[in-house]
Each structure stands twice: as structure tokens, then as C-alpha cells.
């Protein structure tokens, strides 16, 4: 009977899904266990190859802890609100939630192929209605709270309602707006509705202010860093520009100290947890104020420096572009020049400028501030490396400490003041804190690093010009997004101010609209709804021709970032049905915390910084019983692909670009060969007629290259036609090879490799043992599909091991297995234990390899021994050890079969080969029983055949016995 693995894994696939064989109670006896892999957002690429690595892990680890007696949860959903969905959607009309759906069911026929043991009836998306009611029940409760700094936990804003009308706002310690003003008791409770509300803003978690944003005009929202490229859209490579909108943002800044703090409760990767901790990047110093002169202004500038002792270095001031006081401040005489570069600089990312340590440019307001202890003019400058989102946006800048300051000062021959003794004006020198000492200040004068911080806080303290701080990098999170396919934010607007709409009316549903592009006016795209307003009396949404601002008023128009819906989804699968709730006590009370994450270390500063936030809110709210949702995670490393490059030269004629596609070889033996006139080279006769060239490698898609890296000229040129006129010089024999390179598997270099051709041909089974084959799970390898054949002849092999009866039948026997065979089963038991507890994925299988081939040489068919294999093997290939379970007579899924246990006895060894030696020199080897005393080993070696062949009669002058070890006979 051959191994049919088509009919094998379509037969228990089936089975899974109707018998639901991994559906998962909340309510169970055994200890629980949940296993989350980070959700897909489903493109309409579906998958490749390397998508399914971390599902694949985390399917085994799942499987096997079920097999350990564990009650796993292991659930799967669609992170399917976002850009690309709206793109297509502007593109085609077609409305984004088809598109969604068509890609959901693609990518859930992918994953279904595969065999993995989800809990499918535990689905989420984000883009239905009923999950994203409870992104908006969050943002609800964020809107609803305050963060006090005394308790160190998120508050119910009625409480701080409660202290504004008692006492007013001189005794709240909170995170707040840098500019909310002082009132009393009684100031309070004088203001009007909207003037409360305008001062509640400045504290809640979540609110309204006006912030600088990377605005993408092409696509018409806003985008996070993280969605630009060299200061380009990552989508479509539109311009990007910084731009000044109002914005929904979130306090993530109050967590800010607890986000750093807690990451050594968490067993993340290293290099994960530095990316946070320095994205975070908390650093202590002082905050300074400058007055800006002439004195009466009332401007001031506030900066924030880790280094107050160097205060008598500052010889210049350097603002943000886009600091706010950049208006007010500059001269007429300056005005047109600043405003230039002002405009010059938008069009640059932050993240660009940050990583442009070269360039040096700026421009001079024509204004002054004062030395706060000098009270000397200092010129107030603007320049890009300067960022308004990091500090102040606005830096003292000390030339004589700080390498970026230092350049800028020569570049415009500002004055370079020298404040240090013995230290040269560059970085290195300048962090070398404890050797650096204040020379010429009044009251710095000597004075060691430590004790000049100090002292410097203290005096500008007493100026009222200053204070000791704690600063963070991390900057509130923008949470407005000018797109239509996210989430409708619940709230609508009177007299301009955001009101929350009662939680037992959500969902607010997205409406229907005809065009997903901004208005006309320049309102985000839910401009375009026609059905988009509150009627507060019907507690419903109705026409915008209702609109009167009386008992019908405007929503919101933004939606929520992408982001929003996946910052909680892991405590929504423990109860994704509820529909009272966002889930049960007694479902978070039982399944906790995620006990296993596996994912993408991409996410590092997005997803896994936004998650951790949300989480300590929910947990300050007493929503949920832990301060973090995941004990462990695990980075999988990328699986590459293999690209074709069709080598393209590029000639000069008459001034015009000229092409022509060479050989791969072709052009190497040309440029390696030093007759570069050889006729024999079909190159030749071009370059006489061209001359000089430039090389450009083109992607070819890897189908239309064989495994001789031949490209398939015909079919390239059809799938790509304006090469249709491009001469390919090729081989004598007609072959065109192409190069190739190691890259990340994308559909943009059209090296997919798609796990549907792989399961047609090969089988699930035999792509999740070669994924796994491949290498370390956290480490990046290289997809080669010639590869997965030893794998799947692998499979053939296991097959037969258990059909060794007449034909290929079915033919396993009964009895005592031998100790051979228990020998070999226990050390594999032992083996893929260890493997997949430490996650070592890929030993395991090698370990699968040598069992097998030394269980067939013991012509092993010994039930007890391959019952125990099959269940081993099922985390890997579950298809192969289902079928295999149920021919040895088992009616249930092997998921229920308990892993065997390893017993140690069965690899005490009962006997030592050893080696013996004459007079040092090994000549033979001889097994010996293990409890065998020093004479009676001597007496055995000594009466053995070999041993008198080598001494051909003579007596040895004696002979050393090593128990366990070695003999050595010496004479």
C-alpha cells in the first residue's frame, strides 16, 4: 500500500472540521495552556512559504502540550481593517469588506491545507461589527480616565471631576497636557459645560489636540513612521509631509516607566526588549527655560538637556522647524528665509532626518533668548536635526559637547565657547561623564560631572528657571487615521466638543459610502457618507441632513489605526462569543495570559509597545487579572527566497538609453576573462557596436526558471512585454541562465514560493517537516524546494515501517518488543521532549530520521513501539500519524493520545565495547557485559581468540584494565 498523502490529509482534515476536534472549552479540570500566534492581515496574495514557519511551531507546541494532558487554547483571526483593502477599493469601487472576505477565504483554505489545530469557532476579525464594538467600548473607557501619578494607575474621570469641584487642580498629580493652567474649587464650578470639558481633555487618556503628523496627500490619511520608507508612502511611494492636524492621540506617555519597568517580568527575546527599552528611552536631566528677548516678550523657550552643567557652553539656541514659537519669534528681515526652509523641511520624515548625520542645514530667526545666568543674547536658530516630536523641540545647543551642535556652529561661524578641561570637542569625549570638569563658571568651577548636575539643577531651581526631570522618547500615539476601512470612533460633537455615545448603542457600524478618497473640501473619506449623524433623542444614526446641533449633531470622521483592534484581541479570543460583554470574568480568570506568543520582530515598537499599553490599562481598570498578556515570545526568523536576476546592460546611443539582456554566464566569462576582445564571446560583437555599459539585475519570477537556472526567454517576455523588443544574447545552444540571489520572500521579487503547489505535490506533512528542517526556529534560512524531497521520501520510509506485510499491507504484530527496539523508541521519546520544550524544532526532526532508519533495520513492527512513534511524530505530521493511529485500531483523534513517557532503564547500556590496545596501539574491539569485575575483564580479554593471535604466544609483562573504559596489554 503506497503512502497516498492527498487522500490521507483531505480524509482528516475533514474529520477535524467535523468533529471540531480542537474546539476548546473555558471551563475544564486540566491545567490550561494558550498558545497565540500574531494574526495575519489577509492580502490578496495569500500566502507564501514563509508565512506558515511561526504557525507551524507554534501548531507542534500546541499539539504536543495537548498530548501532555494540557487544556490548549490555540486560536486564529484576521487583523482586516487597513490600507491596502481602501486602496484596492479606490482603485477598483469595489467595497473593501468584499475584498476582505475574498481574502479571508483565501488565506483560510491555505491554513486549513496545512493541518493546523485552531479553534476555528473562536474566529475574530476586526473589521466585524461585533468585535470592533468592543474597540470602541475600549476607547470609551480611555476617554473615561485620567492617569494619577500618586497611585501610579489609571483613574475613573469622575473621580477627578470630584477633586476639581472640591478642590480645584493645585493638588492633582497627574499626566497631563504641558499647559493646563492653574483654577480653584470655585473657578471650576464657574466654568461652563464646554470650558470643563476643553479642561478635561488636557488629562484624559485618550484625546483631541493638535499635533505634527507625516500627512500622505497621495493616499489622503496619516501615516505612523512605520509606514514610510525614505520619506515615501511604504504603500504606493507616494510624498509624505509633516503637517499640523487635530488629532485623536493616546496618553501612552503616562505608562511610559511601567512599559520599561515591567520588561523584566517577561521572557521576550533580548534584542526585542532593547528595541523597546530604547524606543522608551527614559533619561534624566532638567528642564530649562530660556527667555526670549526682548525681556516683556512673555515667550519663553523650554528645553529639556541631560546635561544642565553644560549650560555655560550654550551659544545658541536651535528650534524644531515646526516649533510652534518659530512664527512668533522670527524677524521680517529673516521671515522669508525661515519660511522657506520651513516648508523645505516638511517634506522630510522625522525618521529621515534622524538618520542624515551629514547634511547641515538650518536658518536664523533673526531673534535672541537670554542666558539664564550670563544674561547674555543667545541666537535663536531653526534646524531639522532638531525634531518637534522628541523633547521640546527645542535644544540649548552647546558646541563645545555635542558633535551635531559642534558642525552645525562651524557650518554658520556661531562663536564655539570651551567650558571643559581636558576634553576634545567630540561625542566620545563628552560621554566619558566622570573624566569631564567645568572650568569656568562661577559656581561649577572644577567640579567633578555628578555633583555639577546637581548643582546646576539646584541654582536654576532657585532662578525659577529650571527643574530636575525624568524624560521620555516615547511620544503620545497619534490615533486618528484619515481612511475609511478602520474603526468608527463612537463619538459625536457639540459645540465642537467629543462626546461618547452610551455603550449599550454600539456598535457605530461604518456606513456606506460611494467614494473611499477625502472630500472635496479635504474631510477624511466618512465625508462622503450621507447617513452620519447622531440623533441623541433616538439613540441612533440618521441622515446628515438631520444635522441641527440641537438633538442632532456630526460624528466623527476619522477612523482608528490599525493598530486599535489588534491591542486586545488575545483576551478576546478567551471569550469571543460574548456579546454582554467584552469578555467573562470567568473566562479571563481561567485562561489568564497568553503562556506562549509567537510572531514577528518587526511588531517590536508597534503592536507589541501599543498591546503592552492597553493591557495595563484594562489591568488598572480591573478588567483583567494581569499587568502583561504574554509570559514568553518567541521572534520565528524569515524564511528567504531564492531570486531570479536576468542580467540587463544598459548602453548609451545617440544619448538614449539602450538595452540588451546577456546570458548569466555569458557575462561573467567576459568581465572575468582578461582578453575582453575574444570573439568567442557572443558579448563581443555588442560591445563593438555599443560600447561601454552599466549592469542591471531584473527579477524574473522564479516559475519560469528551471532547477539548471534557466530562464524560460518565451514566457518572461510575454509576462513582462516591453522586453519584447530587447535582443537576449544567450548561449550556442539557445539557454539563457539568470542569477541568483538570497532575499527576503516577496511578492515584489517574484521569488513566492506558494505552500499550495508544495502541499499538491509534496504534502502538508512534508512542508511542515522541511520548514521545521530548515534550521533554528529564531534564525532566517533560505527556502529550497529541491530540498523537500528528502523529507517526503522521509515520510515514504515511516509509511513503510508500518506496512511491511505482503504488498505493502498493514502488518504490526503484538508482543514484547525487543531492547533494541525499546533502546531506540526511548532515546527519541527523550530527545523530541527536550527539542520541542526548548523549541528546537529542527533536531527533532533529524531525530524523527535516525529512529526510523534504525527501527527498519531492526525490521521493527512491534505495535507498543510504533503506537509510541506515531504519537510523537503527530505535532510534526499530524495527517500521516492520524491515519497511521486509526489503522492500529484506535477509533479517537491521536490529539487525545497521551505522550509516551520516557523510561530511562531502557538506555542503561548492558554491555561496553572496548577498545584493546597492545602496547598503546588499538588493534581490536570487544564487547564486554557492564558488571564485570577488573580481573574478570582481564581474564576475558586475555582468553579471547584475537587477543592470542596478537600475542602469537609470548607473555605479557601486564595488563592495565580501565573499567569502562580501555585494556592495554603491554609486553
Given at each position: 500500500?503506497?503512502?497516498?498523502?492527498?487522500?490521507?490529509?483531505?480524509?482528516?482534515?475533514?474529520?477535524?472540521?467535523?468533529?471540531?476536534?480542537?474546539?476548546?472549552?473555558?471551563?475544564?479540570?486540566?491545567?490550561?495552556?494558550?498558545?497565540?500566534?500574531?494574526?495575519?492581515?489577509?492580502?490578496?496574495?495569500?500566502?507564501?512559504?514563509?508565512?506558515?514557519?511561526?504557525?507551524?511551531a507554534s501548531d507542534i507546541y500546541t499539539r504536543y502540550k495537548r498530548h501532555k494532558g494540557f487544556n490548549v487554547l490555540h486560536p486564529m483571526g484576521y487583523d482586516s481593517f487597513g490600507l491596502p483593502a481602501e486602496q484596492y477599493a479606490i482603485q477598483t469601487g469595489q467595497h473593501p469588506a468584499i475584498t476582505t472576505e475574498t481574502n479571508i477565504n483565501r488565506y483560510r483554505e491555505q491554513l486549513d491545507k496545512i493541518g493546523f489545530s485552531f479553534d476555528w469557532s473562536r474566529e475574530v476579525r476586526t473589521s466585524d461589527p461585533n468585535y470592533y464594538k468592543w474597540t470602541q467600548w475600549i476607547f470609551i473607557q480611555l476617554f473615561n480616565s485620567w492617569y494619577n501619578k500618586d497611585s501610579d494607575k489609571a483613574m475613573d474621570i469622575a473621580d477627578l471631576i470630584s477633586v476639581f469641584e472640591k478642590q480645584g487642580n493645585s493638588t492633582v498629580n497627574a499626566v497631563c497636557d504641558d499647559d493646563v493652567e492653574s483654577f480653584t474649587a470655585s473657578q471650576w464650578n464657574a466654568f461652563t459645560d464646554t470650558e470643563k470639558q476643553q479642561v478635561l481633555l488636557q488629562y484624559r487618556l485618550t484625546y483631541l489636540a493638535e499635533t505634527e503628523v507625516n500627512w500622505c496627500p497621495g493616499l489622503g490619511t496619516v501615516l505612523a513612521n512605520d509606514e514610510m520608507v525614505n520619506g515615501v508612502s511604504e504603500r504606493g511611494g507616494h510624498p509624505v509631509i509633516r503637517k499640523k492636524m487635530t488629532q485623536w492621540s493616546m496618553r501612552i506617555s503616562a505608562y511610559a516607566q511601567r512599559l520599561l519597568d515591567d520588561l523584566s517580568m517577561l521572557d521576550w527575546p533580548q534584542p526585542l526588549k532593547d528595541s523597546q527599552t530604547n524606543w522608551i528611552g527614559r533619561s534624566e536631566g532638567a528642564s530649562?527655560?530660556?527667555?526670549?528677548?526682548?525681556?516683556g516678550s512673555g515667550e519663553n523657550i523650554s528645553v529639556f538637556t541631560t546635561r544642565p552643567d553644560t549650560i555655560f557652553g550654550v551659544s545658541f539656541m536651535t528650534l524644531a522647524p515646526e516649533h510652534?514659537?518659530?512664527?512668533?519669534?522670527?524677524?521680517?528681515?529673516?521671515?522669508?528665509?525661515?519660511?522657506?526652509?520651513?516648508?523645505?523641511?516638511?517634506?522630510?520624515?522625522?525618521?529621515?532626518?534622524?538618520?542624515?548625520?551629514?547634511?547641515?542645514?538650518?536658518?536664523?530667526?533673526?531673534?535672541?533668548?537670554?542666558?539664564?545666568?550670563?544674561?547674555?543674547?543667545?541666537?535663536?536658530w531653526i534646524g531639522d536635526y532638531v525634531l518637534a516630536g522628541y523633547g521640546t523641540g527645542a535644544v540649548m545647543s552647546v558646541p563645545c559637547g555635542d558633535q551635531r551642535d559642534h558642525d552645525f556652529a562651524r557650518h554658520f561661524n556661531i562663536p564655539v565657547p570651551n567650558i571643559f578641561e581636558g576634553v576634545d570637542v567630540d561625542e566620545e569625549a563628552f560621554a566619558d561623564k566622570e573624566n569631564t570638569v567645568i572650568a569656568n563658571?562661577?559656581?561649577?568651577?572644577?567640579?567633578?560631572?555628578?555633583?555639577?548636575?546637581?548643582?546646576?539643577?539646584?541654582?536654576?531651581?532657585?532662578?525659577?528657571?529650571?527643574?530636575?526631570?525624568?524624560?521620555?522618547?516615547?511620544?503620545?500615539?497619534?490615533?486618528?487615521?484619515?481612511?475609511?476601512?478602520?474603526e468608527p470612533f463612537p463619538v459625536y460633537y457639540v459645540n465642537g466638543m467629543p462626546q461618547m455615545i452610551a455603550v449599550e448603542h454600539l456598535p457605530i457600524v461604518l456606513p456606506e459610502v460611494e467614494k473611499y478618497l477625502p472630500t472635496e473640501t479635504g474631510e477624511p473619506p466618512l465625508g462622503n457618507a450621507t447617513h452620519w449623524a447622531w440623533d441623541v433623542e433616538k439613540s441612533a444614526v440618521v441622515s446628515n441632513k438631520s444635522i441641527d446641533n440641537k438633538t442632532v449633531f456630526p460624528l466623527e470622521l476619522n477612523t482608528m489605526p490599525g493598530w486599535a483592534g489588534s491591542s486586545y484581541y488575545f483576551n478576546?479570543?478567551?471569550?469571543?462569543?460574548?456579546?454582554?460583554?467584552?469578555?467573562?470574568?470567568?473566562?479571563?480568570?481561567?485562561?489568564?495570559?497568553?503562556?506562549?506568543?509567537?510572531?514577528?520582530?518587526?511588531?517590536?515598537?508597534?503592536?507589541?509597545?501599543?498591546?503592552?499599553?492597553?493591557?495595563?490599562?484594562?489591568?488598572?481598570?480591573?478588567?483583567?487579572?494581569?499587568?502583561?498578556?504574554?509570559?514568553?515570545?518567541?521572534?520565528?526568523?524569515?524564511?528567504?527566497?531564492?531570486?531570479?536576476?536576468?542580467?540587463?546592460?544598459?548602453?548609451?546611443?545617440n544619448a538614449q538609453p539602450f538595452f540588451v539582456f546577456v546570458d548569466a554566464e555569458v557575462l561573467d566569462d567576459y568581465?572575468?576573462?582578461?582578453?575582453?576582445?575574444?570573439?568567442?564571446?557572443?558579448?563581443?560583437?555588442?560591445?563593438?557596436?555599443?560600447?561601454?555599459?552599466?549592469?542591471?539585475?531584473?527579477?524574473?519570477?522564479?516559475?519560469?526558471?528551471?532547477?539548471?537556472?534557466?530562464?524560460?526567454?518565451?514566457?518572461?517576455?510575454?509576462?513582462?512585454?516591453?522586453?519584447?523588443?530587447?535582443?537576449?544574447?544567450?548561449?550556442?545552444?539557445?539557454?539563457?541562465?539568470?542569477?541568483?540571489?538570497?532575499?527576503?520572500?516577496s511578492k515584489s521579487k517574484f521569488n513566492v514560493v506558494s505552500p499550495d503547489s508544495i502541499c499538491e505535490e509534496y504534502g502538508a506533512d512534508s512542508l511542515r517537516l522541511?520548514?521545521?528542517?530548515?534550521?533554528?526556529?529564531?534564525?532566517?534560512?533560505?527556502?529550497?524546494?529541491?530540498?523537500?524531497?528528502?523529507?517526503?521520501?522521509?515520510?515514504?520510509?515511516l509509511w513503510r515501517l508500518y506496512h511491511s506485510g505482503t504488498e505493502g499491507s498493514f502488518a504490526v504484530t503484538d508482543g514484547t518488543p525487543s531492547a533494541d527496539n525499546l533502546k531506540t523508541l526511548h532515546k527519541t521519546i527523550k530527545k523530541v521532549e527536550e527539542d520541542i520544550e526548548n523549541f528546537s524544532f529542527n533536531t527533532s526532526v533529524a531525530t524523527f530520521m535516525i529512529c526510523v532508519n534504525e527501527l527498519a533495520t531492526q525490521k521493527c513492527n512491534n505495535r507498543e513501539v510504533l503506537a509510541s512513534l506515531a504519537v510523537l511524530i503527530a505535532p510534526y505530521a499530524p495527517h500521516i500519524a492520524e491515519e497511521l493511529w486509526n489503522k492500529l485500531g484506535h477509533s479517537d483523534s491521536i490529539a487525545t493520545a497521551p505522550f509516551p513517557k520516557f523510561e530511562s532503564k531502557h538506555l542503561v547500556e548492558s554491555?561496553?565495547?572496548?577498545?584493546?590496545?597492545?602496547?598503546?596501539?588499538?588493534?581490536?574491539?570487544?564487547?564486554?557485559?557492564?558488571?564485570?569485575s577488573k580481573e574478570e575483564i582481564e581474564k576475558a580479554v586475555m582468553a579471547d581468540a584475537k587477543t592470542q593471535d596478537q600475542l602469537q604466544g609470548r607473555t605479557p609483562k601486564k595488563v592495565i584494565v580501565v573499567p569502562g573504559k580501555i585494556v592495554n596489554i603491554v609486553g
Amino acid at each position: 500500500m503506497n503512502y497516498d498523502f492527498k487522500k490521507i490529509e483531505e480524509k482528516w482534515q475533514g474529520y477535524w472540521a467535523k468533529n471540531q476536534t480542537f474546539k476548546v472549552e473555558n471551563n475544564s479540570d486540566k491545567e490550561k495552556f494558550y498558545v497565540l500566534d500574531m494574526f495575519p492581515y489577509p492580502s490578496g496574495a495569500g500566502l507564501h512559504v514563509g508565512h506558515p514557519l511561526g504557525y507551524i511551531a507554534s501548531d507542534i507546541y500546541t499539539r504536543y502540550k495537548r498530548h501532555k494532558g494540557f487544556n490548549v487554547l490555540h486560536p486564529m483571526g484576521y487583523d482586516s481593517f487597513g490600507l491596502p483593502a481602501e486602496q484596492y477599493a479606490i482603485q477598483t469601487g469595489q467595497h473593501p469588506a468584499i475584498t476582505t472576505e475574498t481574502n479571508i477565504n483565501r488565506y483560510r483554505e491555505q491554513l486549513d491545507k496545512i493541518g493546523f489545530s485552531f479553534d476555528w469557532s473562536r474566529e475574530v476579525r476586526t473589521s466585524d461589527p461585533n468585535y470592533y464594538k468592543w474597540t470602541q467600548w475600549i476607547f470609551i473607557q480611555l476617554f473615561n480616565s485620567w492617569y494619577n501619578k500618586d497611585s501610579d494607575k489609571a483613574m475613573d474621570i469622575a473621580d477627578l471631576i470630584s477633586v476639581f469641584e472640591k478642590q480645584g487642580n493645585s493638588t492633582v498629580n497627574a499626566v497631563c497636557d504641558d499647559d493646563v493652567e492653574s483654577f480653584t474649587a470655585s473657578q471650576w464650578n464657574a466654568f461652563t459645560d464646554t470650558e470643563k470639558q476643553q479642561v478635561l481633555l488636557q488629562y484624559r487618556l485618550t484625546y483631541l489636540a493638535e499635533t505634527e503628523v507625516n500627512w500622505c496627500p497621495g493616499l489622503g490619511t496619516v501615516l505612523a513612521n512605520d509606514e514610510m520608507v525614505n520619506g515615501v508612502s511604504e504603500r504606493g511611494g507616494h510624498p509624505v509631509i509633516r503637517k499640523k492636524m487635530t488629532q485623536w492621540s493616546m496618553r501612552i506617555s503616562a505608562y511610559a516607566q511601567r512599559l520599561l519597568d515591567d520588561l523584566s517580568m517577561l521572557d521576550w527575546p533580548q534584542p526585542l526588549k532593547d528595541s523597546q527599552t530604547n524606543w522608551i528611552g527614559r533619561s534624566e536631566g532638567a528642564s530649562v527655560t530660556f527667555k526670549v528677548l526682548p525681556e516683556g516678550s512673555g515667550e519663553n523657550i523650554s528645553v529639556f538637556t541631560t546635561r544642565p552643567d553644560t549650560i555655560f557652553g550654550v551659544s545658541f539656541m536651535t528650534l524644531a522647524p515646526e516649533h510652534e514659537l518659530v512664527a512668533k519669534i522670527t524677524t521680517l528681515e529673516q521671515k522669508e528665509e525661515v519660511m522657506k526652509y520651513v516648508a523645505a523641511t516638511a517634506k522630510r520624515s522625522e525618521r529621515d532626518r534622524m538618520a542624515d548625520v551629514k547634511t547641515i542645514t538650518g536658518a536664523f530667526t533673526g531673534a535672541y533668548a537670554e542666558h539664564p545666568f550670563t544674561k547674555k543674547p543667545i541666537p535663536i536658530w531653526i534646524g531639522d536635526y532638531v525634531l518637534a516630536g522628541y523633547g521640546t523641540g527645542a535644544v540649548m545647543s552647546v558646541p563645545c559637547g555635542d558633535q551635531r551642535d559642534h558642525d552645525f556652529a562651524r557650518h554658520f561661524n556661531i562663536p564655539v565657547p570651551n567650558i571643559f578641561e581636558g576634553v576634545d570637542v567630540d561625542e566620545e569625549a563628552f560621554a566619558d561623564k566622570e573624566n569631564t570638569v567645568i572650568a569656568n563658571s562661577d559656581f561649577l568651577n572644577g567640579m567633578p560631572y555628578k555633583k555639577a548636575v546637581k548643582r546646576a539643577i539646584l541654582e536654576l531651581e532657585q532662578l525659577g528657571q529650571g527643574q530636575g526631570k525624568i524624560n521620555y522618547r516615547l511620544r503620545d500615539a497619534v490615533f486618528s487615521r484619515q481612511r475609511y476601512w478602520g474603526e468608527p470612533f463612537p463619538v459625536y460633537y457639540v459645540n465642537g466638543m467629543p462626546q461618547m455615545i452610551a455603550v449599550e448603542h454600539l456598535p457605530i457600524v461604518l456606513p456606506e459610502v460611494e467614494k473611499y478618497l477625502p472630500t472635496e473640501t479635504g474631510e477624511p473619506p466618512l465625508g462622503n457618507a450621507t447617513h452620519w449623524a447622531w440623533d441623541v433623542e433616538k439613540s441612533a444614526v440618521v441622515s446628515n441632513k438631520s444635522i441641527d446641533n440641537k438633538t442632532v449633531f456630526p460624528l466623527e470622521l476619522n477612523t482608528m489605526p490599525g493598530w486599535a483592534g489588534s491591542s486586545y484581541y488575545f483576551n478576546r479570543y478567551m471569550d469571543p462569543n460574548n456579546s454582554d460583554e467584552v469578555f467573562s470574568r470567568e473566562a479571563i480568570n481561567y485562561w489568564q495570559d497568553v503562556d506562549l506568543y509567537i510572531g514577528g520582530s518587526e511588531h517590536a515598537t508597534g503592536h507589541l509597545l501599543y498591546s503592552r499599553f492597553w493591557q495595563k490599562f484594562l489591568f488598572d481598570k480591573g478588567i483583567v487579572p494581569k499587568p502583561e498578556f504574554a509570559k514568553k515570545l518567541i521572534n520565528q526568523g524569515m524564511i528567504t527566497g531564492t531570486s531570479a536576476l536576468a542580467k540587463r546592460l544598459q548602453f548609451e546611443v545617440n544619448a538614449q538609453p539602450f538595452f540588451v539582456f546577456v546570458d548569466a554566464e555569458v557575462l561573467d566569462d567576459y568581465l572575468n576573462s582578461s582578453d575582453k576582445t575574444n570573439g568567442e564571446n557572443p558579448l563581443v560583437s555588442q560591445l563593438e557596436e555599443y560600447g561601454e555599459f552599466v549592469v542591471q539585475d531584473i527579477h524574473a519570477d522564479v516559475t519560469m526558471v528551471d532547477t539548471s537556472d534557466n530562464l524560460d526567454v518565451e514566457a518572461f517576455v510575454k509576462w513582462q512585454p516591453e522586453y519584447a523588443d530587447v535582443n537576449f544574447i544567450t548561449k550556442a545552444d539557445g539557454s539563457f541562465k539568470v542569477a541568483r540571489e538570497v532575499e527576503k520572500m516577496s511578492k515584489s521579487k517574484f521569488n513566492v514560493v506558494s505552500p499550495d503547489s508544495i502541499c499538491e505535490e509534496y504534502g502538508a506533512d512534508s512542508l511542515r517537516l522541511y520548514e521545521m528542517f530548515l534550521g533554528p526556529l529564531e534564525q532566517s534560512k533560505p527556502w529550497n524546494t529541491a530540498g523537500i524531497s528528502g523529507v517526503h521520501s522521509f515520510l515514504k520510509k515511516l509509511w513503510r515501517l508500518y506496512h511491511s506485510g505482503t504488498e505493502g499491507s498493514f502488518a504490526v504484530t503484538d508482543g514484547t518488543p525487543s531492547a533494541d527496539n525499546l533502546k531506540t523508541l526511548h532515546k527519541t521519546i527523550k530527545k523530541v521532549e527536550e527539542d520541542i520544550e526548548n523549541f528546537s524544532f529542527n533536531t527533532s526532526v533529524a531525530t524523527f530520521m535516525i529512529c526510523v532508519n534504525e527501527l527498519a533495520t531492526q525490521k521493527c513492527n512491534n505495535r507498543e513501539v510504533l503506537a509510541s512513534l506515531a504519537v510523537l511524530i503527530a505535532p510534526y505530521a499530524p495527517h500521516i500519524a492520524e491515519e497511521l493511529w486509526n489503522k492500529l485500531g484506535h477509533s479517537d483523534s491521536i490529539a487525545t493520545a497521551p505522550f509516551p513517557k520516557f523510561e530511562s532503564k531502557h538506555l542503561v547500556e548492558s554491555s561496553k565495547e572496548y577498545p584493546i590496545s597492545f602496547n598503546g596501539k588499538m588493534r581490536f574491539k570487544l564487547e564486554l557485559p557492564v558488571d564485570l569485575s577488573k580481573e574478570e575483564i582481564e581474564k576475558a580479554v586475555m582468553a579471547d581468540a584475537k587477543t592470542q593471535d596478537q600475542l602469537q604466544g609470548r607473555t605479557p609483562k601486564k595488563v592495565i584494565v580501565v573499567p569502562g573504559k580501555i585494556v592495554n596489554i603491554v609486553g
